[in-house]
């Protein structure tokens, strides 16, 4: 079985830490990391992730700007993108899912689970 590569694009340095250690740790994925949108999308198209990690709100260029870029492009549109936000409110979940992310993931997450919740979004776990 291949090792599912994880790019996390997320402008807080501790929310990259923590979510590399544990998806590294107890999921057993190589994890990369990106600062910004416009890193992310760099890294995006030279790596070819199974999964991309994207915080909503970043400076510069926002997770909805990331995801819409990274669909125009024929690269990195196959991509799955989970979503990470403190946005939990029903209507702002609901416009996330109308964009055709995988899943959204609540800030604060628990670190012990991230791996196993992404597992069950994209359906690894089976």
Do not use: H
């Not at 416009?38 to 995006?44: C, D, M, Q, R, T």
């Not at 990331?66 to 492009?73: G, I, K, P, W």
């Amino acid at each position: 079985m291949t090792t599912r590569r994880i790019l996390i694009i997320d402008d807080e340095y501790d929310i990259r830490a923590v979510a590399q250690l544990t998806l590294k740790a107890v999921g057993g994925w190589d994890v990369s990391i990106a600062a910004s949108g416009v890193e992310g999308l760099a890294k995006a198209a030279d790596e070819q992730p199974d999964l991309i990690l994207l915080d909503v709100m970043m400076p510069d260029m926002d997770g909805i700007e990331t995801f819409r870029a990274l669909q125009a492009n024929p690269a990195t549109q196959s991509i799955s993108v989970i979503l990470m936000t403190a946005k939990v409110q029903a209507a702002e979940q609901r416009r996330f899912a109308e964009l055709g992310v995988a899943g959204i993931i609540p800030k604060p997450f628990k670190a012990m689970t991230l791996p196993a919740q992404i597992a069950k979004t994209l359906g690894w776990d089976e």
